[in-house]
Nanobody
Framework: VQLQASGGGLVQAGGSLRLSCAASGRTLSTYVMAWFRQAPGKEREFVSRIRWSVGATYYADSVKGRFTISRDNAKNTVYLQMNSLKPEDTAVYYC?????????????????WGQGTLVTVSS
C-alpha cells in the first residue's frame, strides 16, 4: 500500500483545512486507516481512525468535535476535515494503514505510512 497525504498549509486560528490521503496498490476494505500528528520535539500522536469496512470512527479527546475522518471508496481516499483549528494543532500530519483493529492509537501497529503534510495554525 502506498499512501500520499496532502492538503496541509497555513491557516489562522479558527479556520479549517481538509487533509487527504490517497491510497494505491491495494484495496483498503480490510484496513484501519488513521491520522497521526507530530509537533516539533514531541512524539507522534494519534488523532483519529476509521475502519474502512464499516466506517467506524474514533477520535483523540483533543480533536473530538472539531475533526471528522471519512473515506471515499471510489477514490480509495481518506479525509480529515479539521475545523476550529487551534495553534496547538500545528504539526506534521501523517496518514497510516494497518490491519489491526486493536491498539489503534499506537503508531507501531500500522504497516504503511504516508510522507506527512504540514499544518501550521497561526494565532
Amino acid at each position: 500500500v502506498q499512501l500520499q497525504a496532502s492538503g496541509g498549509g497555513l491557516v489562522q486560528a479558527g479556520g479549517s483545512l481538509r487533509l487527504s490521503c490517497a491510497a494505491s496498490g491495494r484495496t483498503l476494505s480490510t484496513y484501519v486507516m488513521a491520522w497521526f500528528r507530530q509537533a516539533p520535539g514531541k512524539e507522534r500522536e494519534f488523532v483519529s481512525r476509521i475502519r474502512w469496512s464499516v466506517g467506524a470512527t474514533y477520535y483523540a479527546d483533543s480533536v473530538k468535535g472539531r475533526f471528522t475522518i471519512s473515506r471515499d471508496n471510489a477514490k480509495n481516499t481518506v479525509y480529515l476535515q479539521m475545523n476550529s483549528l487551534k495553534p496547538e494543532d500545528t504539526a506534521v500530519y501523517y496518514c497510516a494503514a494497518g490491519l489491526r483493529s486493536d491498539y489503534y492509537t499506537k503508531p507501531e501497529v500500522y504497516d504503511y505510512w504516508g510522507q506527512g503534510t504540514l499544518v501550521t495554525v497561526s494565532s
